[in-house]
């Protein structure tokens, strides 16, 4: 059959448009989003290790820390980090830690045996005070000891009592017993700091 030249004109210019629909239908779908190149130091898993980046650590291994209400004017109910080597820590962060143990114990002692002369002497004044919600500071030995129920009340005696020196903790502040219930520390005598005196520095429930 042939054709007219109104029917010839419409073939010739579908013609290149025809042909390059089928050449995209033929052509293979690209992908969407090229896959990133493996570094070199990638391990057999495809996962990079990069030697910036420091693994985290065990959470069982990780030093235990004070908490950050852990100082003598912390409430007491924060609980102390975990102790280790009490005397070892004691002789690095405050020096001398026949001393601290002196104190602990005679302060033990003078509070089993009610004897308040002894414990009043352990302290250093003004002595901070966090009793019954009453925060405030003890002059003097004379006055801790006419308000001695009102100072070492039954949770701080009891939290003295029960605590041994082994496993104290101990930071820049001092040496903490029981959950912050007392603080000791010491005081340079000598400008070289060569004497220290250690006494508690608070007492809060």
Do not use: H
Not at 185 to 200: M, P, Q, W, Y
Request: include cysteine; charged fraction near 20%; aromatic fraction near 4%.
């Amino acid at each position: 059959m042939r054709l007219s030249r109104s029917m010839k004109l419409p073939l010739l210019l579908a013609g290149p448009f025809w042909l390059v629909a089928c050449a995209q239908a033929d052509a293979p779908a690209a992908p969407a989003e090229a896959p990133a190149p493996m570094s070199a130091a990638a391990g057999a898993d495809g996962l990079q290790d990069d030697p910036a980046v420091a693994p985290t650590p065990n959470a069982s291994s990780a030093p235990s820390v004070p908490p950050a209400e852990s100082g003598p004017n912390a409430p007491a109910d924060a609980a102390p980090p975990a102790a280790g080597d009490a005397r070892g820590r004691i002789e690095r962060v405050l020096g001398d830690a026949d001393q601290y143990e002196t104190v602990f114990k005679a302060l033990q002692q003078g509070i089993a045996g009610d004897d308040r002369a002894a414990v009043a002497a352990l302290m250093r004044y003004p002595l901070r005070v966090d009793t019954g919600g009453n925060k405030r500071e003890v002059p003097d030995a004379a006055s801790f000891q006419r308000d001695y129920e009102r100072i070492v009340t039954a949770p701080v005696a009891r939290a003295i009592s029960a605590q041994s020196f082994e496993t104290v903790f101990a930071n820049q502040q001092g040496v903490m017993i029981g959950n912050g219930q007392a603080w000791l520390n010491g005081t340079c005598l000598d400008t070289a700091c060569s004497r220290t005196e250690v006494k508690v520095v608070a007492l809060q429930e």
